[in-house]
Each structure stands twice: as C-alpha cells, then as structure tokens.
C-alpha cells in the first residue's frame, strides 16, 4: 500500500498552475511593443533634429525658394492682371484702351527680359556652387566637404529661423482679427520679402500705389507700419500713412529721398499730420498740378453779402474750398517778391468791397496796393501823410465806438449794419510806412477788433526786421506763401516745419512763369481747423476786378455812421509814446486822399467853409443846435472874418451849401421855440 503524500510537497508538473501565469484581455502583443519602439524612436530623432536645427534648415531653404520665385516673377504677373482688368474696365474708351494695351505689351516684354536675365544669374550661382561641392568629392577632400555641409547647414537655419513677433491681439489674449482690408491698403507684415522700390508711376491700381509708397519708407528707414485709403487724384496720388513709432515729422525729413525713390518732381511729397491721430499723416504724392482743375473766382454782386458772411477766396490741395470771414479778424500775408501779395489781397478785398455794411480801405506807401479794385475802396492812401491821417482817423473812431457800444445796445462788440458799418483796412508793404504808420496800425490791431475796425497787414518778411515787433504769432490770420524758412518758424512757431508747415518750399513766380505765387499755408480762419494743408488763392483776370469795381461803385460806396464820427470828438487822442498828426475830419480825410465827398456833402467853396467853421463852434461848445442869431455871434468870436456878416448873410450863405432854411429846434432856455441850425445836418453835408 502506497504511503499519501504529505500535503505541503509541490506537485510535479511541467505545467504552471492558472495562477503563475495570469492573462488579461488588456495585455499587449509584440506588435504594440513594436510601435511603442518606433514611436520613442521618432521622438528622439526629431529631438535631436530640434537640437541639430533641421526644421529651421528645411523652413529655410522653403523660404530661399519661395523668395527666388517671387523675385523670378518681380510682380509682373500682378502688374499684367491689373492691365488686363483695366482694360475691360475701359471698354469704349478706345484711346485708353489702346494706351493701356501698349503698356502690357510693355510689361510683357519686360517679363520676359527679367526672366531671362534672373535665370541666368541663378544658373551661373548654382553652377558654382555645384562645381564647388563636385571638386571636394573628385579630390575625396573629406573636410572640404564637411565645410560645404555646415555652410549649407548653416545658411538654411539662418533663414529659416523663427522672425514672428506676438501681435498685439496675442499679446493681450485677444481672437484673431477678421477684418478684410480695403483694396489700397497693406501693412508691414504685408510687404513681399524681397522687393525694392520702383518708380508710382509703374502703379496702376491703388493696392500696386499702396505697395510703393511704403516699400519706398522701408528703404527710407521711415517706421511706416501701414498704408491706407490710397486713391487716384487728376493730380497724382493720396493716402494715409501710420508710424509706429516717433511722429509723422520723419516723413517731412525724409520727404527729399522719398521723392528719388517714387521718382516725383521737388516738392511732390506733401505730408499732412493730422491732429485727431498723433501717429498718422495724409500723404499726397503730387505728379502734375494740383490746382489745374480748382474752379474759378465765383461772381459777387454789389452789396450783396455781409462782412460776417464767409467767402471763398481759394481751393486746397485736396480740392476742398477756402471760407474765411474777415469780421472782426486782424490779418497778417506774408510773401517774398513774386509770392503773390497783391493777388492775396486782392482776393481778400474782392469779398469786403461786395458787402453792403463794410467800408474798404486801402493803404501802400510803395506800390499799387488793391490796383484792379480801386474805384470799390471809399480811400486809397499812398503818402506817408496820407497814410498816417487814415490811421490815427481809424485808431480815434475804434476808442469813439468802444464807448458808443453800450450806449447803441450793441454789447461787448460792434453789430456791422448797412447804418453801422464795419471797417476793413488793407496796409501792403507795411514794413515801407513810416515808423509813425507802424505805431499806428499796430495800436489799431490791438484794440479795433471788438468795434469791427480790422487791419490786413502785407510783407515780404515776418521776422523783426520786417515787421519792427514780434507780433506775427500775436495775429489772429496769417497767410504764408513762398518765403524763408526762417519766416515759416516766425509766424507758425519753432516746430512748424516739423509739424508740416512747409510754404518756405514754395517757389516764387518769374517774368515767364507763375511757379507757386498765390499759394500759401493759413492759419487762423474762423471755423476752420489749423492744419498745414496748401491753398492755391483764386486767380482773377484785372479786366474781371475792374469791371468788378465799377460796378460796385456805382450801387454806391458805405461812409462811417454819424453817430461814430460824433462820438469821435468826445474822446482824446490816444498815447502811443509819439507825436501825432492833426486828426482830420472824415470829409477832409477824403479830400486828402482824393476820394469823392459823402452823398450830399457841399461842395468846396466860401459855403463849405461856413459849414466847417459852423460845426466847429458847435462841437467847441458841446451843442447840438444853436439860434441863427447865436451862430453869427459864435462864429465872430471864432473867426474875425464874420464881424461884417448879417443875419440874413448867414442864412444866404448856409442856403447855398445845402443846409437850407433855419429850422425849429425846440425849447431852448426860456424859448419855446426858436429857428436856427442842427448839429446833425451840418455835419451831413461834410
């Protein structure tokens, strides 16, 4: 009988109990083993492939062949496929049609020269570099060759690697912009790698005009980071530029080279900052005229606007209208010989000489003054004598109407009206008056603008030694045409040429050629931004002024209200630091200066006389009437003269002159009602 097995011994078996050899459903097979190896294997290779900088290498040589096809093509596919558009576009236009195929020809034949000779220049490169690499090979030059390796190696991850800076939106966690720009724009990042500058007359389309302009900042090391709204003008071209960083000022800088590379004539790159965005410019690339097209001088009937109304005087270089109102504005052009002064004031005066409640005034101790519009303006003054009387005349009339104001219920300024009118006073070539003429004026400009009694001030410069003061930049209106920079700086300030005021680059006319007279930069129009933007000033026939003025001065010329010329002779003169000159009435104002007597004014003669020394005697006393009976006995003691007089003399005499028979004046004294003479009417006929 067997003896039982003690329970604890192992039994013997080659094969493994259930228990030792587990199996999942899970478990994975040699095949996943496999591929789990392949995997570990690409990721060590494609790390050693970062560390060896391959994928720059590859990106690089991607980029080098993409830069060879672009420069290959050099834009002539775009330029060919903008002429073709173009062409249908201009179906029925034969001579544009025919002009625009004569360019593709061009272009064509253009290409086809350009692809030649850049294949040739590629196949001589890569000839080089294979003979080059071949030689290292035949010779079995091992280190020739790893040099020629690395070399490769090298130019490839130079150009492949990673340029891309975070955009704003990426650096503010922002989503992608979505926007489609209009066609003539592009930004920067826009730019085809590569290109070079050419000629904006080779651009047919805005997006081509676009690409130029800024491809020819980058080569001006301009920061142009954008160019935008370009579009075609009969002119040339105009757009926006933004900087991204400094100001638009380096355009100006650079407006000299940038003209070589957009192959433009001097002067033809206009910038324009604009105030509501510090970094952007409207930019004008200016081809052909920009005035060619501004409309005429617009026909003003006689009397038939107000001095506060505004009137066009000229066009911008954009083509929008120049509107200014010379009510209650102190003036100052500035031009050098041949920059078109008298053409500025004769613009400015077209408009005061057709208001029906202002009175034009003429001054010019050198020239002609306003010349064509001359029979329009009430005094043309040219003496020394006469110059210096108009003046203190006006100077004493604006401190009469500061007082006379309140008293007219008219406030804190003078109300212009057919019987209060304004006073406009042209002074050209201020610096030739007399230091006594420049004392004046300047006095009148400080405290004339509130009584509606304004100075237009003319000069070839507007630096002290011209104006005598440094009141450029203290006047309300100045008007620059060609001159000095160093004029520019005095009237619009130390940093305008930097800001864009520019008309020192403004070219003065000869005998035979007009050039830049009559444009000029303004500052100071009344509703008008301050912008450095040039103006072409409206260029008038003198056949078209001086028909203009007759018939102005036959509906009849303005003459200073009555109750001014009164208030005149309760004032005194004013302090100026200089001895002045006798203050004229108006009447012998006029006459001074040759100018006709006020409607009904006697004639000069014995009579006249006897009205003059009439008022005199009166204003002397502080009346305003006086008996027939009175008058004789005043004007005795004013003048021996009437000693022999009668009564029935002086009536004679005053009938004559136009005063006519005395007349009741109301209670006087103890009379109820006497006969005599007014004030009033007597000062009428003079």
């Not at 294997?41 to 970062?50: F, G, L, N, Q």
């Not at 939106?169 to 930004?187: E, Q």
């Amino acid at each position: 009988m067997a003896t039982p097995l003690p329970d604890e011994r192992p039994t013997l078996t080659l094969v493994p109990p259930p228990a030792a050899t587990p199996v999942f459903k899970d478990a994975p097979t040699d095949r996943k083993k496999i591929a789990d190896s392949a995997r570990r294997v690409a990721a060590t290779t494609d790390k050693v492939a970062r560390i060896a900088l391959l994928p720059h290498t590859v990106r690089g040589y991607r980029q080098l062949g993409r830069r060879w096809i672009d420069r290959f093509h050099d834009d002539y596919p775009q330029m060919i496929a903008s002429t073709n558009r173009a062409i249908r576009e201009a179906d029925g236009d034969v001579i544009q049609e025919a002009r625009l195929k004569d360019r593709r020809a061009e272009l064509r034949a253009e290409y086809k020269r350009h692809r030649l000779v850049y294949t040739g220049k590629s196949a001589g490169v890569a000839t080089a570099v294979a003979g080059g690499a071949g030689f290292g090979v035949v010779t079995g030059s091992l280190w020739l060759d790893v040099l020629a390796g690395l070399g490769a190696w090298g130019i490839g991850a130079f150009h492949g690697r990673d340029r891309s800076k975070p955009t704003a939106d990426t650096a503010l966690g922002l989503p992608a912009d979505d926007t489609v720009r209009a066609h003539g724009s592009i930004t920067l990042d826009d730019l085809p790698e590569g290109a070079k500058p050419f000629p904006i007359r080779r651009a047919e389309t805005p997006q081509q005009a676009a690409v130029c302009v800024l491809l020819a900042m980058v080569a001006e090391n301009v920061p142009a980071a954008e160019v935008w709204d370009m579009e075609r003008q009969p002119w040339g071209w105009q757009c926006k530029v933004r900087v991204y960083e400094g100001t638009p000022e380096v355009i100006i800088a650079k407006a000299g080279g940038l003209e070589t590379r957009l192959d433009l004539p001097a002067n033809g790159v206009r910038p324009q900052p604009l105030k509501e965005r510090r970094a952007c410019a409207v930019l004008r690339l200016v081809q052909t005229d920009p005035f060619a097209t501004a409309p005429g001088l617009p026909y003003r009937a006689p009397l038939s606007m107000s001095i506060t109304d505004r009137f066009r005087i000229g066009t911008s270089v954009g083509g929008d209208p120049l509107e200014l109102s010379l009510a209650g504005v102190m003036g100052l052009v500035v031009a050098a010989s041949g920059g078109g002064k008298t053409g500025i004031l004769q613009a400015l005066a077209e408009g005061t000489t057709a208001c029906y409640d202002n009175i034009t005034i003429d001054l010019d101790p050198f020239g002609d003054g306003l010349e064509d519009l001359g029979d329009a303006v009430r005094i043309t003054a040219r003496s020394s004598e006469q110059i210096e009387a108009a003046l203190l005349f006006f100077l004493v009339m604006a401190k009469a109407r500061a007082r006379l104001r309140k008293k007219l219920g008219m406030g804190k300024k003078w109300v212009a009206s057919r019987e209060h009118p304004a006073v406009t006073i042209f002074f050209d070539e201020f610096p030739k008056g007399t230091e006594l003429a420049k004392e004046l004026a300047i006095a009148l400009m400080l405290v004339g603008r509130k009584e509606l009694i304004d100075v237009v001030i003319a000069s070839q410069g507007s630096t002290t030694a011209y104006l005598q003061q440094n009141i450029a930049q203290m006047i309300a209106l100045k008007a620059v045409g060609p001159c000095k920079v160093g004029d520019t700086r005095a009237v619009f300030g130390d940093d305008a040429v930097r800001e864009g005021w520019l008309p020192h680059k403004l070219s003065p006319a000869t005998d035979t050629d007009p050039k830049d007279a009559g444009h000029i930069f303004i500052q100071g129009v009344p509703g008008m931004a301050d912008e450095p933007i040039e103006y072409a000033v409206h260029e008038a026939p003198s056949e078209t002024l001086r028909k203009l003025a007759a018939e102005r001065r036959s509906a009849g010329l303005l003459d200073p209200d009555q109750d001014s010329l009164r208030a005149m002779a309760e004032v005194d003169l004013p302090d100026i630091g200089m001895p002045l000159p006798k203050l004229f009435t108006w009447e012998q104002l006029l006459r001074m200066c040759g100018a006709e007597p006020p409607e009904g004014a006697v004639a000069e003669g014995a009579a006249r006389v006897v009205v003059e020394d009439a008022v005199a005697v009166m204003e002397k006393r502080g009346v305003d009437r006086m008996k027939t009976e009175v008058l004789l006995l005043a004007l005795r003691d004013y003048d021996d003269a009437y000693n022999h007089w009668t009564v029935d003399g002086l009536k004679t005499r005053l009938k004559e002159s136009g005063a006519g028979s005395p007349e009741t004046l109301g209670r006087i004294g103890e009379e109820q009602n006497p006969r005599g003479y007014k004030l009033a009417k007597l000062t009428n006929l003079l």
